[in-house]
C-alpha cells in the first residue's frame, strides 16, 4: 500500500519553471511504476511522463523537451520540472502509482491503482 501527496504547485507566468513533488508514504516509491498526468477544465486526465519497473523515463510528446521526471529514492519522493511554461499547462496536476502496471497501458488512468489529491498549476499574466 502506499499513499501520495502532491505539492509545488501555484501561479506563474509564461516562460516561468516549477518543481512539483510528489511525496509517497507506507511503502517505498522506488518499489512502483510512477506517472505524471494532468487534467485541464473540460478536458480529459492526459498523461505527461512515467516510469516503469524495469525500464526508463518516457514523456508525451506535447512536453518532451520542457518538462523532466526525477526520483529521489532517499526521500521517497519523485519529481517533475516544467520549465517555458505556457498558459495551455495550466491543469491540475497528478501523480499516480502501480505495483504491476504494463507499458502498453501507462497512458490510461483507469489502469493506475494509487492517486494523489492534485496540486493546481495556473500560468498568466
Known amino acids: 500500500q502506499v499513499q501520495l501527496m502532491e505539492s509545488g504547485g501555484g501561479l506563474v507566468p509564461p516562460g516561468g519553471s516549477l518543481r512539483l513533488s510528489c511525496k509517497a508514504s507506507g511503502d517505498t516509491v522506488y518499489t512502483y511504476s510512477v506517472g505524471w498526468f494532468r487534467q485541464a477544465p473540460g478536458s480529459e486526465r492526459e498523461f505527461l511522463a512515467g516510469?516503469?519497473?524495469?525500464?526508463?523515463?518516457i514523456y508525451e510528446n506535447s512536453v518532451k523537451g520542457r518538462f523532466t521526471m526525477t526520483r529521489d529514492n532517499g526521500e521517497n519522493t519523485v519529481y517533475l520540472q516544467m520549465n517555458n511554461l505556457k498558459p495551455e499547462d495550466t491543469a491540475v496536476y497528478y501523480c499516480?502509482?502501480?505495483?504491476?502496471?504494463?507499458?502498453?497501458?501507462?497512458?490510461?488512468?483507469?489502469?493506475?491503482?494509487?492517486w494523489g489529491q492534485g496540486t493546481q498549476v495556473i500560468v498568466s499574466s
Open positions: 499516480a502509482a502501480d505495483s504491476r502496471i504494463i507499458t502498453s497501458s501507462l497512458r490510461n488512468p483507469s489502469q493506475w491503482d494509487y
Open positions: 516510469i516503469k519497473r524495469p525500464g526508463s523515463y
